[in-house]
């Protein structure tokens, strides 16, 4: 005999007999709540799930039929030597085969189908309101957890939903009629073959228990893998440049094996646990064997009712050991539910108002009041920013400098509205910016993060991320603009070569390049440079500051940097320093002031000295 247990796991060999059971945090109890919310997902598809749900007690009621019409071939036809309704009989049975291979078709064609569209519509919500959410969410959450929401909990969520749900009805129509069906033919016979449920129970509820914690090994220790794996290979440079490559390796040896031991435990259950529900249905089939040959020898039944008695044995363990282990799947989808639905009813920190409206185009005023700010990590400790009150009128360029941590970069996130000011107000044009909506705000901007990222496509597409319906006219134009075009044209394939993941194959100075050029072809009124040359080499930086000053001609632009050469020129120089502007002015006063400005400055020219 094989087994399914449900769409937890148990399939018909021990490979995947733990799959699905130990899911981290399915050790609790079942939310009812979570349950009904989930519901509700396959409510669309409820006329589908409802024909699957019929398809499935046809196909129960026919896999019945079978050994009931084998008794009266047995009793009626090939004892009384009647080959006519022997015939019959036969053709009765394959027809009853036939329809149930259909049934079985039909359902399981509906459920795949429903399950797709949960998945499909599941994901699909996740993934708009991950787009919805503010960074703060981001910055706060690991994408792998992120991801295996997206992924692991909703795959678990659909095993109940398309598969579970039918399962249940299938099983117990079984599970009824073939009780049903054994008492109808012999009470007697069927009590002594019932004699092995309790241990059959007992058997199931050892397994699941174990089976649970064991399992939950073995996706810490598959997780504990990957991460590892991820980081070696994300720091290999490192790890050849250091030569430690020995070092490394061992230590994935340890991670590896503990991973293997995970496993090899884990599979053990099913090593016992299989032989032992072969051994029960062996054990009922004897009692039916001997008790019911010694019930025909003394003419109390029929040969015709032991046959069919085994073959209701042999069918009445799966559905036994499916709704035994139906309640691992309440509890996996419930502890993923939980999950999913934690992260869809997270409120963004940063929302349109109801009455938020297109901002018209801009001028590039800037203006920042009394604005102080604190991350929900620091809440209750110093805001990073304490009554900063700031000034920028449209085509001056701004530069904020200061030490790392001094909030300069949560200035321009709060401009382009990324969080939401704890106090004060951020004015562009003399509008608050949680007056308008965040598309219309930032369409009107233009950001060149620190670390330039390009997405899977061609360079062509990157740059055309802002405008997908740019001409290939324009791509060139403002690539040109960018200082890029030169660079494109030796790849391969011109503005046709495909980024590789991480942007291998272009140099970060490249890559900045790129990204540039998808601000100039959004034409934006404002500009955030982030640090926009920090990782790029001296060269690289006078190419890309020249592709800069293109960029920010006629626009208002916000600087961030960190080195100071690069931003002598700006019309209003700020110092950040505890969260506030200590010091404001030109290139030349604040080095004439010789404050915090010109100790910066001159500390940087000594270590380039010294570098040098």
């Known amino acids: 005999m094989s087994f399914t247990i449900g769409s937890a796991g148990v399939g018909l060999g021990p490979g995947r007999l733990l799959e699905g059971f130990g899911e981290e945090g399915t050790g609790g109890s079942v939310d009812r709540q979570v349950i009904v919310r989930l519901l509700g997902l396959v409510r669309p598809y409820r006329g589908r799930m409802v024909a699957a749900?019929?398809?499935?007690?046809?196909?129960?009621?026919?896999?019945?039929?079978?050994?009931?019409?084998?008794?009266?071939?047995?009793?009626?036809?090939?004892?009384?030597?009647?080959?006519?309704?022997?015939?019959?009989?036969?053709?009765?049975?394959?027809?009853?085969?036939?329809?149930?291979?259909?049934?079985?078709?039909?359902?399981?064609?509906?459920?795949?189908?429903?399950?797709?569209?949960?998945?499909?519509?599941?994901?699909?919500?996740?993934f708009r309101h991950l787009q919805a959410l503010s960074l703060g969410y981001h910055d706060?959450?690991?994408?792998?957890?992120?991801?295996?929401?997206?992924?692991?909990?909703?795959?678990?969520?659909?095993?109940?939903?398309?598969?579970?749900?039918?399962?249940?009805?299938?099983?117990?129509?079984?599970?009824?009629?073939i009780v049903a069906a054994m008492l109808a033919m012999s009470p007697k016979l069927a009590l002594l073959?019932?004699?092995?449920?309790?241990?059959?129970?007992?058997?199931?509820?050892?397994?699941?228990?174990?089976?649970?914690?064991?399992?939950?090994?073995?996706?810490?220790?598959?997780?504990?893998?990957?991460?590892?794996?991820?980081?070696?290979?994300?720091?290999?440079?490192?790890?050849?440049?250091?030569?430690?490559?020995?070092?490394?390796?061992?230590?994935?040896?340890?991670?590896?094996?503990?991973?293997?031991?995970?496993?090899?435990?884990?599979?053990?259950?099913?090593?016992?646990?299989?032989?032992?529900?072969?051994?029960?249905?062996?054990?009922?089939?004897?009692?039916?064997?001997?008790?019911?040959?010694?019930?025909?020898?003394?003419?109390?039944?029929?040969?015709g009712v032991v046959v069919a008695f085994l073959a209701y044995v042999n069918r009445f363990f799966q559905p036994i050991q499916e709704l035994s282990q139906l309640y691992t799947t309440l509890q996996a989808a419930s502890a993923g539910g939980e999950r999913v639905l934690a992260l869809l009813d997270t409120v963004p920190e940063v929302m349109d108002r109801p009455d938020a409206a297109e901002t018209p185009p801009f001028e590039g005023r800037i203006e920042l009041q009394d604005v102080s700010f604190a991350y929900r990590a620091t809440e209750g400790g110093l805001p990073v920013l304490r009554k900063v009150n700031l000034v920028i009128e449209p085509g001056q360029t701004v530069a904020l400098v200061g030490q790392t941590g001094a909030g300069k970069s949560?200035?321009?996130?709060?401009?382009?509205?990324?969080?939401?000011?704890?106090?004060?107000?951020?004015?562009?044009?003399?509008?608050?910016?949680?007056?308008?909506?965040?598309?219309?705000?930032?369409?009107?901007?233009?950001?060149?993060?620190?670390?330039?990222?390009?997405?899977?496509?061609?360079?062509?597409?990157?740059?055309?991320?802002?405008?997908?319906?740019?001409?290939?006219?324009?791509?060139?134009?403002?690539?040109?603009?960018?200082?890029?075009?030169?660079?494109?044209?030796?790849?391969?394939?011109?503005?046709?070569?495909?980024?590789?993941?991480?942007?291998?194959?272009?140099?970060?100075?490249?890559?900045?390049?790129?990204?540039?050029?998808?601000?100039?072809?959004?034409?934006?009124?404002?500009?955030?440079?982030?640090?926009?040359?920090?990782?790029?080499?001296?060269?690289?930086?006078?190419?890309?500051?020249?592709a800069l000053r293109q960029l920010m001609e006629g626009r208002t632009a916000l600087v961030i940097a960190h080195r100071l050469t690069t931003v002598q020129d700006a019309d209003l120089i700020c110092v950040i320093d505890g969260g506030q502007i200590v010091e404001r002015g030109r290139h030349e006063e604040l080095l004439a002031r010789e404050g915090i400005y010109r100790e910066l400055y001159e500390h940087q020219f000594v270590v380039r000295d010294r570098v040098d």
């Open 410 to 546: 949560t200035i321009a996130n709060l401009v382009a509205r990324f969080y939401e000011v704890t106090e004060g107000a951020v004015l562009i044009d003399d509008r608050d910016v949680r007056t308008v909506t965040q598309a219309s705000l930032r369409q009107q901007m233009g950001i060149v993060p620190q670390d330039p990222f390009l997405f899977a496509g061609s360079l062509a597409d990157n740059i055309r991320f802002g405008r997908p319906n740019a001409s290939d006219e324009e791509v060139e134009a403002v690539a040109r603009a960018a200082h890029a075009h030169d660079f494109i044209v030796q790849m391969p394939d011109g503005y046709a070569t495909p980024v590789l993941e991480g942007g291998v194959n272009l140099s970060v100075g490249q890559r900045q390049l790129v990204c540039i050029a998808r601000v100039v072809l959004n034409d934006p009124r404002i500009i955030i440079l982030d640090e926009a040359t920090a990782s790029v080499d001296t060269v690289t930086e006078a190419m890309i500051q020249q």
């Open 140 to 177: 706060n959450h690991i994408v792998g957890v992120t991801l295996s929401r997206v992924i692991n909990d909703v795959s678990v969520i659909n095993d109940l939903l398309s598969q579970g749900l039918v399962t249940l009805v299938g099983d117990v129509l079984v599970l009824v009629g």
């Open 53 to 126: 749900m019929a398809l499935m007690a046809l196909a129960s009621l026919l896999s019945l039929i079978a050994p009931y019409l084998t008794k009266v071939a047995v009793d009626q036809h090939i004892a009384q030597g009647d080959p006519v309704g022997l015939l019959r009989t036969a053709l009765l049975i394959a027809a009853a085969f036939g329809g149930l291979y259909l049934a079985s078709a039909g359902q399981q064609y509906l459920l795949s189908w429903v399950g797709q569209r949960v998945l499909y519509t599941l994901r699909g919500r996740l």
């Open 193 to 303: 073959t019932f004699a092995v449920l309790p241990l059959m129970v007992l058997a199931t509820h050892l397994f699941a228990r174990r089976a649970q914690v064991a399992f939950r090994q073995t996706r810490t220790r598959v997780a504990a893998v990957v991460g590892d794996l991820a980081e070696d290979l994300a720091g290999m440079r490192v790890i050849q440049a250091f030569a430690q490559e020995s070092t490394s390796a061992e230590h994935f040896d340890e991670v590896n094996r503990a991973n293997r031991d995970a496993h090899v435990s884990a599979m053990s259950l099913s090593f016992v646990f299989l032989p032992a529900v072969e051994f029960l249905g062996m054990l009922a089939t004897a009692i039916v064997l001997w008790f019911g040959g010694l019930s025909v020898a003394r003419d109390e039944l029929t040969l």
